[in-house]
């Protein structure tokens, strides 16, 4: 091994270390919550409760967490109900929708369904007064009976559109609002009214806009009077939000979805800046006696738009490959997108379907682009890189069931045993006894230790590969050669002390150290003192194959072993 490569791995070990330290010291705490990610979509516009219902199983491939869901009725005189005109449609009544309440509750708990919204747009057909009480009593009854449908259906809350499709400009002040102050007390008094009745019918709601502050303003921190500032643009909408803060329980979260994250771009850390200007940012629009509750129950997000990635170059939206590919883009802005976010990020497309629809007419969402395709088909690898991204373990672990019910899982180091090819003299340790397919590797200015087989020790037999004395080595176990996006299982049993264990990435036969590497958790020692780890492994991009490094920092008395050293490829 070159004095270059044997520099590389000391300070990927020290790295290993450190952050082994770091991990046993987090896990004390308690798992960060975990971050969800919500589907949208021209289909999911077009389809009912009762459709989704009925292909609800197909969910469970998409990598979701849940999806929006649209509501439309008819009353008895013919009268519309709908998402689209909720505001501004007959009054809303649970009997309208009594036929797809029962859909909507064998949706809860379904794999990729288990965090689904109500969907309302708040474009009204014709403008609501801010002085007109029956007007409002109307449009918030109708949220209200949203909100009750969607705790009856034990849905996660509801998904608000406030984005002006209509032209109706409800939350820009007109000449008939009288003078601005008095509109904007009447519009905070509004959005009170509309967060009091959503919280007496479902008190633990998430209500997720595709613009909160966003819809305002990215930035007030750099404004010297805000009320002015709003006042020069006519804006309403900082009120109205004021206004639900003013009566927002703890119990309730509202998101800001700042749907102009479509054009956000990880490659120049947009989500951090973004996540800073939700809150941050954005805090000078909120009135002082509600700040607190704005840092406590409001979330940043970020909204994603698919057709970016499949769209023509000559597209206004429109996001290249990296590295090679399209996929590798959209997940460096999934993944900043999660890391930014407090609770969801919602992902939208409008050229594909989430799903094979079935007993849905492709006209009914897909116009004349027929035959259509799903996110999976269009960009291959989505499905696994969502669920990955949003809750890494629970996904590997479906992907290796899967695998095991298939009788599909198989093991790359053929000597997971770590036996020693030819007879040893058994119950002692055999220096310079190395099994294939392991490699070793020790620093040279270190404490010069042993490796070998340890015929007297072993997890269910008496075999196992062991350090002794090293001031700093490792075994190597060198994956094949595979491609970004592929996701491994890492196992192994060790006993002794100070185990060193990571995954380094390599590109072309040579070590990318550009990358961050992979740590295991090793679980706590059972009777005989082995401690069992594991660790699940997705190949990044800008790289094609990786190293598992057994390792060690010891003492000249001390001794380590490992066993049970598995490695599964789980796509």
């Known amino acids: 091994m070159s004095m270059k490569n044997a520099a590389f791995i000391f300070f990927a070990l020290c790295a290993a270390f450190v952050s082994a330290a770091v991990h046993a010291a987090g896990t004390m705490s308690g798992a960060a919550p975990r971050k969800h990610i919500l589907g949208h979509g021209w289909d999911l516009l077009a389809v009912s409760p009762v459709d989704v219902a009925r292909n609800a199983d197909a969910f469970a ?17 013919g009268s519309r109900l709908s998402f689209t005109s909720i505001l501004t449609d007959p009054p809303w009544t649970r009997d309208a929708f009594a036929d797809q309440i029962p859909a909507l509750k064998s949706l809860r708990g379904k794999p990729g369904l288990s965090h689904c919204y109500l969907s309302a ?13 029956a007007a409002w009593a109307r449009a918030i009854g109708n949220m209200r009976t949203l909100a009750q449908i969607a705790h009856e259906a034990q849905l996660e809350g509801l998904l608000i559109d406030p984005e002006d499709y209509s032209t109706t400009k409800q939350f820009v002040f007109q000449p008939e609002d009288g003078d601005f102050e008095s509109a904007s007390l009447l519009a905070r008094r509004r959005g009170g009214e509309f967060i009091a009745a959503v919280a007496e019918v479902h008190p633990n709601a998430k209500l997720l806009f595709f613009w909160l502050l966003s819809l305002s303003y990215h930035d007030f921190s750099g404004v010297a009077d805000v009320q002015q500032f709003l006042k020069s643009r006519r804006d309403l909408w900082p009120s109205f939000v004021n206004g639900m803060l003013d009566r927002l329980p703890k119990t309730m979260k509202l998101i800001d979805g700042d749907e102009r994250a479509y054009r956000q771009d990880a490659l120049r850390r947009d989500f951090y800046v973004a996540a800073w200007q939700q809150k941050q940012g954005m805090l000078p629009a909120v009135d002082e006696k509600n700040r607190e509750r704005f840092l406590l129950n409001v979330c940043t997000g970020s909204g994603h738009y698919l057709d970016s990635y499949i769209n023509p170059t000559n597209s206004p939206w429109y996001f290249g490959p990296v590295e090679g590919s399209r996929l590798n883009h959209f997940e460096a802005n999934i993944r900043q997108a999660v890391a930014c976010a407090d609770d969801t990020v919602w992902v939208y497309g409008e050229k594909c379907a989430w799903i094979r629809w079935r007993g849905v007419a492709d006209a009914k969402w897909n116009g004349e682009r027929t035959p259509y395709k799903t996110w999976e088909e269009a960009l291959p690898g989505i499905s696994s890189l969502l669920g990955c991204v949003r809750d890494p373990w629970g996904w590997m672990e479906h992907k290796l069931r899967e695998k095991m019910r298939a009788g599909a899982l198989v093991e790359l180091t053929g000597n997971s045993e770590c036996v020693y090819p030819k007879p040893l003299e058994s119950g002692k340790f055999h220096a310079g006894k190395v099994p294939k397919p392991f490699g070793r590797w020790q620093d040279e200015k270190k404490i010069q230790g042993e490796f070998g087989v340890d015929t007297g020790t072993g997890v269910g037999d008496s075999s196992s590969i062991s350090i002794r004395g090293s001031g ?49 958790t090793i679980g706590e020692a059972d009777a005989d003192g082995w401690r069992q780890g594991e660790m699940f492994v997705r190949v990044p991009a800008n790289a094609d194959s990786f190293s598992l490094l057994l390792g060690a920092k010891q003492r000249a008395d001390e001794q380590i072993w490992f066993d049970r050293v598995r490695m599964h490829p789980l796509d």
């Open 121 to 133: 747009f708040w474009t009204p057909a014709k403008r609501l007064a801010w002085s007109d009480d």
């Open 61 to 77: 491939k998409t990598g979701l967490d849940g999806i929006s869901l649209s509501l439309r009725a008819r009353l008895p005189d």
């Open 472 to 520: 700093n080595g490792c075994f190597t176990f060198d994956s094949p050669k595979t491609r970004p996006g592929a996701v491994f299982l890492v196992r192994f049993c060790t006993k002794g002390s100070s185990p060193s264990v990571a995954v380094y990435w390599k590109r072309n036969g040579s070590w990318n150290w550009s990358l961050p590497g992979c740590f295991p």
